[in-house]
Nanobody, 127 residues
Framework: QVKFMESGGGLVQPGGSLRLSCAVT????????IGWFRQAPGKEREGVSC????????TYADSVKGRFTISRDNAKNEAYLQMNNLKPEDTGVYFC????????????????????WGQGTQVTVSS
């Protein structure tokens, strides 16, 4: 059974950085497109960034462009979200999600496209 697990969340001051990781077990990462989503209290889950299996299709939400970078290392079966210049509005639970890349090799930030979800990791940006 394939599973995805996030790590790397925490408390950081505005302007700081965090790197989130998403590890897969039960299958190999190269079969999947990966998306990062976040959910703030009282708000809907929103797409942050996504990448296809060979990293030639990458999308960012406008709110994080120029600050966040998505990447993946298929050999290590891990994907990452580097978050720089964090703002209080970036606070939320961050989720790693995936679907079989062959279904759509140009992923989008639509959450209903994704079949597998991690448990989430909390990111809090506060002074």
């Amino acid at each position: 059974q394939v599973k995805f697990m996030e790590s790397g969340g925490g408390l950081v001051q505005p302007g700081g950085s965090l790197r989130l990781s998403c590890a897969v077990t039960g299958n190999t990462l190269d079969r999947y497109a990966i998306g990062w989503f976040r959910q703030a209290p009282g708000k809907e889950r929103e797409g942050v960034s996504c990448v296809n299996s060979n990293s030639d299709s990458i999308t960012y939400a406008d709110s994080v462009k120029g600050r966040f970078t998505i990447s993946r290392d298929n050999a290590k079966n891990e994907a990452y979200l580097q978050m720089n210049n964090l703002k209080p509005e970036d606070t939320g639970v961050y989720f790693c999600a995936a679907y079989a890349n062959h279904l759509n090799p140009q992923p989008t930030l639509g959450r209903f496209e994704y079949d597998f979800w991690g448990q989430g990791t909390q990111v809090t940006v506060s002074s």
